[in-house]
Each structure stands twice: as structure tokens, then as C-alpha cells.
T-cell receptor, first 113, second 112 residues
Framework: EPEVTQTPSHQVTQMGQEVILRCVPISNHLYFYWYRQILGQKVEFLVSFYNNEISEKSEIFDDQFSVERPDGSNFTLKIRSTKLEDSAMYFC???????????FGPGTRLTVL | ELKVEQNPLFLSMQEGKNYTIYCNYSTTSDRLYWYRQDPGKSLESLFVLLSNGAVKQEGRLMASLDTKARLSTLHITAAVHDLSATYFCAVDIQGGSEKLVFGKGTKLTVNP
């Protein structure tokens, strides 16, 4: 069964460093999302991506964040200069169309020291 | 701004008992999703409810949607330990990116 994959599963970084989180959405899906979940809290929307551009972003997704679909299969989230409060689980999700179920990847746990 | 509220946030129940988790949302939407999350794991899709009056059942779980009341319920029948997890409801905002707005989750613990 097709699934969303994410790498790495766990990333530890120093404050101020750049990190890139990678996702491979399900191959025929067209809409891609990043969400994050701070430990013990709810899942929060970061950004949505369709047709090679951002379709919506939240207040959390400031200038330190960027997304890219560099090669037609990968979907990346870059944080340029990490802060302690960026420590969270980051989930990638994809869907084949609006109103359809979003499938979530296993997540990347980011720890900023 | 769409708000999604779940209650209760914590639920401890005995095996064999029944209970219901409630999910209220603040603006018009006719698409509601229930996800399960085990500790440290990803979100597993349980139910997709796409219209008023929708009811879906899988094993001991049954979900329903009342779009007029802006309410969804997740009913647990004869709970077993394996159902222990956190359950999230999520609503998508129609038009635009269809992002999901999640409730805070209900942490369910089923005790033997």
C-alpha cells in the first residue's frame, strides 16, 4: 500500500543551524502539507503546497521556513536558523485532491539544543 | 478562524465499557476526519465523514457527523486495552488549501 515517507526520523541540531526535513509523498498525490506537533500538544498546520507553489501558510511559517519540491518526488521543509521552540515532531501529509483524506508520514522528531 | 474543540481531553475507562468522545467546530464544514495516534507515532486515519448524517463503523469504533449542530462523535463500544491511544478530530477549511484544523486530542486509557 502506498505511503508517505519521511527522513530522518530524528534530527538533533544546535540552535541557529539550518535543517532540512525530507518527505516523499504518495506518488499520484497533488497536494502536500507540513504540520508540526509540539510534544503533548495538538497538530498544527504549517504550510500547504500545490502546483509547485505555496497555497497557504500559517503564522508559524515565517521567513525562517521554506518548502521545495526539487525533483518531482521529494518535498522538503527547510528551517534556516533553528530556535529552541522549533523542537517538535514534523509531519508531512499528502492527498490526491481537495476533500480527500490526507495521509500522514511517520514524522521527523526535531530536537534543537 | 475555525476552532475545533474536543472533549473530554482525558478519558480513563474500564474494559468492556462504552463511551463517547465529542468534537465541536465553529464554522461551516461538511468534512470531518478522525485520526488515532499512538505515543511517538504518526497519525492513522480512522474515519472520513463527508456529509451531514454520515455514520461509519469499524470494529468497536463508530463515528457520526451532524453538520447542522457542527458536532461529530466517536463512540467506543465495549472498550479493550488496544484502543488506548490519543484520538484527534480534524476539520478542513473548504476552499483554498483545504488545510486540516485539529482538536487538542482525547487521550484514552483503557484499563483492564
Amino acid at each position: 500500500e502506498p505511503e508517505v515517507t519521511q527522513t530522518p526520523s530524528h534530527q538533533v541540531t544546535q540552535m541557529g543551524q539550518e535543517v532540512i526535513l525530507r518527505c516523499v509523498p504518495i506518488s499520484n498525490h497533488l497536494y502536500f502539507y507540513w504540520y508540526r506537533q509540539i510534544l503533548g500538544q495538538k497538530v498544527e498546520f504549517l504550510v500547504s503546497f500545490y502546483n509547485n507553489e505555496i497555497s497557504e501558510k500559517s503564522e508559524i511559517f515565517d521567513d525562517q521556513f521554506s518548502v521545495e519540491r526539487p525533483d518531482g518526488s521529494n518535498f522538503t521543509l527547510k528551517i534556516r536558523s533553528t530556535k529552541l521552540e522549533d523542537s517538535a515532531m514534523y509531519f508531512c501529509a499528502s492527498t490526491s485532491g481537495v476533500g480527500n483524506e490526507q495521509f500522514f508520514g511517520p514524522g521527523t522528531r526535531l530536537t534543537v539544543l | 478562524e475555525l476552532k475545533v474543540e474536543q472533549n473530554p481531553l482525558f478519558l480513563s475507562m474500564q474494559e468492556g465499557k462504552n463511551y463517547t468522545i465529542y468534537c465541536n467546530y465553529s464554522t461551516t464544514s461538511d468534512r470531518l476526519y478522525w485520526y488515532r495516534q499512538d505515543p511517538g507515532k504518526s497519525l492513522e486515519s480512522l474515519f472520513v465523514l463527508l456529509s451531514n448524517g454520515a455514520v461509519k463503523q469499524e470494529g468497536r469504533l463508530m463515528a457520526s457527523l451532524d453538520t447542522k449542530a457542527r458536532l461529530s462523535t466517536l463512540h467506543i463500544t465495549a472498550a479493550v486495552h488496544d484502543l488506548s491511544a490519543t484520538y484527534f478530530c480534524a476539520v478542513d477549511i473548504q476552499g483554498g488549501s483545504e488545510k486540516l484544523v485539529f482538536g487538542k486530542g482525547t487521550k484514552l486509557t483503557v484499563n483492564p
